[in-house]
């Protein structure tokens, strides 16, 4: 049976978490926060 090694670069998993984490803080904040809240039927 062959092994694989994989190698995971912990820095691009935490740069691209990071930028995941600000896409969505805009996403449902300032940019579609209140139509998502409506559709929803949630105030603030």
């Known amino acids: ?3 694989t ?3 995971i670069n912990y ?3 935490l740069v ?3 930028i995941e984490f600000g896409l969505g803080a805009l ?3 300032p940019l579609f926060g209140k139509p998502w ?3 929803h039927g ?3």
Do not use: D, K
């Open 1 to 3: 049976m062959e092994e």
């Open 5 to 7: 090694m994989i190698s």
């Open 11 to 13: 820095l691009a998993v």
């Open 16 to 18: 691209a978490a990071a």
């Open 27 to 29: 996403w449902f904040g």
């Open 37 to 39: 809240m409506a559709a």
């Open 42 to 44: 949630w105030t603030e």
